[in-house]
């Protein structure tokens, strides 16, 4: 069932210190061990413990799961480093399937976050569509800097959405995803080559 965390505290910016950088570091990394498991078993008092800050700390920055799951897979799209192209130009196809692939296998392999996805609705002014906002552009933003196309893109990263459903509900296997996955990426860069001007 969709979910809407209108009704929680706001969570607080990251911080800006350099002691109080280390501990949010230090709950998304100990969060990403959970978001191997469903959301269900994300319990923000574990969370707090296995990072060694207080859960008041916790709950500051992140007073759901949910929101320290979205905030968890923001980062990790963050960390992907994908150089920067001149405009107009694209990287070999070869780059384009390891970006969608590893976004692929970061929302296969941690199913508390594909819960959030799955469950959380944009709500005007909430920080939940803010972090969803965000995911949305920084995995876009990935994508693009090795399609060359904002387009492409956004079709490949829906691709990624129903390959992962279609991997969960068991229609396909993960091999067979992976496949459909790396052609789609090689469509797109067929496709791209036809449109070039002789």
């Keep these: 069932m969709p979910e809407s965390l209108s ?24 969060a990403a061990g959970f978001a191997r498991t469903g959301l269900d078993a994300v319990v923000l008092s574990e969370v707090a413990a296995k990072a060694d800050v207080p859960l008041g700390t916790l709950y500051r920055y992140f007073p759901s799961s949910t929101q320290l799951m979205l905030a968890l897979y923001r ?24 970006v969608v692939m590893e976004i692929f296998h970061m929302r296969l392999m ?26 949305d552009a920084t995995a876009e ?3 693009t800097a090795v399609s ?28 067979e ?3 459909d996955l790396k052609r789609a990426c090689s ?5 791209s080559q036809a449109a070039k001007p002789v």
């Excluded at 501990?23 to 998304?28: E, P, S, T």
């Excluded at 060359?148 to 091999?175: A, E, I, K, Y």
């Excluded at 469509?187 to 496709?191: A, I, M, S, V």
């Design 7 to 30: 009704d929680l505290p706001p969570m607080a910016p990251p911080p800006t210190l350099p002691r109080q950088r280390q501990r949010y570091a230090r709950i998304l990394d100990v």
């Design 75 to 98: 980062k990790q799209l963050g960390e992907l480093h994908v150089g920067e192209r001149p405009a107009g130009t694209r990287a070999p196809v070869h780059v384009l399937v390891g």
């Design 110 to 135: 941690q199913p508390a976050v594909e819960q959030c996805l799955n469950r959380v609705v944009y709500a005007k002014d909430t920080d939940t569509t803010r972090l969803l906002r965000d995911i």
């Design 141 to 143: 933003k990935a994508v």
């Design 148 to 175: 060359g196309d904002p387009v492409v893109s956004r079709v490949l990263l829906l691709t990624v959405t129903g390959l992962v459903q279609s991997v969960r509900c068991r229609r396909l296997s993960l091999f």
């Design 177 to 179: 995803a992976e496949e």
């Design 187 to 191: 469509l797109f860069e067929r496709g």
